[in-house]
């Protein structure tokens, strides 16, 4: 199972919006609204943003979204804040392994 | 509060074996899964495996199935990623975390273990 593919960086200025893509195969992305996201800062644990291609869990500001379209998901952060600038890896159930993507390093202007 | 608490730091020789705990507290153990998720230095998150505390079943990815081995304790409500024959390739941070049975997602993590293998 490969690594589902992100941008290695996307970068905006505060209260710009950015998309995070995540594109997988018709193995897993494609073929299960299995895709969750996962915020982690530097040392610490990965924390989950997105759940089900675009539900938020309890106490995720609702500027975090998530979307998927064929074999591609996404992650869209609206209202860019300076909080915000971690990395995001994509993660999807793929029958019965998980993948997860490459990681993609937001920065905040 | 759900807590994953893991075990503390490791420093293992190439073809060594080492072993991770993980405790969990502040919910019902059995009725969540517990998953391996390990991230070498400055690289991504790969998924290793799962462990399911009501049965002790478990999936491997495929890559570790052959050095890899999860166990799960009810009685201390801990799970342990056992990974043998280690290579420098190794050398990374292993978490734990939590799934709803059938949830499809990891909604509480461990602090991380580093393990470094090096001679």
């Known amino acids: 199972q490969s690594a589902l593919t992100q941008p290695r960086s996307v970068s905006g200025s505060p209260g710009q919006s950015v998309t995070i893509s995540c594109t997988g195969t018709s193995s897993d992305v494609g073929v299960y609204n299995y895709v969750s996201w996962y915020q982690q800062h530097p040392g610490k644990a990965p924390k989950l943003m997105i759940y089900d291609v675009s539900k938020r869990p309890s106490g995720v500001p609702d500027r975090f979204s998530g979307s998927k379209s064929g074999n591609t998901a996404s992650l869209i952060i609206s209202g860019l804040q300076a909080e915000d600038e971690a990395d995001y890896y994509c993660?999807?159930?793929?029958?019965?392994?998980?993948?997860f993507g490459t990681g993609t390093k937001v920065t905040v202007l | 509060q759900v807590q994953l608490e893991q075990s503390g730091a490791e420093v293992k020789k190439p073809g060594a074996s080492v072993k991770v705990s993980c405790k969990a507290s502040g919910y019902t153990f059995s009725s969540f899964n517990m998953h391996w998720v390990r991230q070498a230095p400055g690289q991504g998150l790969e998924w290793m495996g799962i462990?399911?505390?009501?049965?002790?079943?478990?999936i491997y990815a495929q890559t570790l199935q052959d050095r890899v081995t999860m166990t799960r304790d009810t009685s201390t409500s801990t799970v342990y990623m056992e990974l043998s024959s280690l290579r420098s390739e190794d050398t990374a941070v292993y978490y734990c975390?939590?799934?709803?049975?059938?949830?499809?997602?990891?909604?509480?993590w461990g602090q991380g273990t580093l393990v470094t293998v090096s001679s």
């Open positions: 993660c999807s159930y793929a029958g019965s392994p998980y993948v």
């Open positions: 462990v399911r505390p009501s049965s002790g079943n478990t």
């Open positions: 975390a939590r799934e709803e049975d059938h949830s499809y997602n990891l909604d509480y």
